[in-house]
């Protein structure tokens, strides 16, 4: 099984509908993040998570918005999706600080805005 | 300008070939350089890992930091057509945690 796991894979939607994006990891990280990439611009931070209780925006917070339920859960909220947020998004997880900084990511999911 | 720069590609090499792929970053407190591979429709896996200024070497991979050029590379010896992949360098820096900065990615096909 997958260690970091996303849902749904695939998704399309219309402008200004509420989308929410699931993460969930069986690593037991304490650290989680959402990226969104886009063709030529790499992966670009949305929000990140140390732990339950902290949540920290990123250079791209902007129309998104998270909840980190439990240790293991990180959900990404498009409040009203536009179509400029048509990308693929991925949650990564990572060890505490003073670790290697790697970070294990998800398959990723497909959102499309039209 | 964008923080890290990397040649989007795409790089097409005859199997066996050496395939040299690298970034430039601007921002002189990055300690941290990773390289990702990632396959089409999936997501990042990590490749290799430096710290600081050096060489690092496992397998056919070598990873090389040069800080003073602020300047990364990766080289795949023998290259495999398995090796096709998009290639994504990232960079930290101590005081960021975990945060790190990618570059675009370079894509890259070996022909069998």
């Known amino acids: 099984d997958a260690d970091v796991t996303q849902t749904p894979r695939n998704r399309i939607t219309k402008t200004g509908k509420r989308i929410m994006l699931e993460c969930s990891q069986t690593k037991g990280h304490d650290r989680m993040y959402w990226y969104r990439q886009d063709p030529g611009l790499g992966l670009r931070l949305i929000y990140y998570?140390?732990?339950?209780?902290?949540?920290n925006k990123g250079e791209i917070s902007d129309g998104y918005s998270v909840s980190r339920q439990a240790q293991a859960k990180f959900s990404l909220s498009l409040e009203s999706a536009i179509p400029n947020q048509t990308a693929l998004y991925f949650c990564a997880t990572s060890g505490p600080s003073g670790s290697t900084d790697t970070q294990y990511f998800g398959p990723g999911t497909r959102l499309t805005v039209l | 300008q964008k923080e890290v720069e990397q040649d989007p590609g795409p790089l097409s090499v005859p199997e066996g070939a050496i395939v040299s792929l690298n970034c430039t970053y601007s921002n002189s407190a990055f300690q941290y350089f990773m390289w990702y591979r990632q396959y089409s429709r999936k997501g990042p896996e990590l490749l290799m890992y430096t710290y600081s200024s050096g060489n690092k070497e496992d397998g056919r991979f070598t990873a090389q930091v040069d800080k003073s050029s602020k300047y990364i590379s990766l080289f795949i010896r023998d290259s495999q057509p398995s090796d096709s992949a998009t290639y994504l360098c990232?960079?930290?820096?101590?005081?960021?945690?975990?945060?790190?900065?990618f570059g675009g990615g370079t894509r890259v096909l070996v022909k069998p």
């Open positions: 998570s140390f732990d339950v209780k902290d949540i």
């Open positions: 990232a960079m930290s820096a101590v005081a960021a945690g975990n945060k790190l900065t």
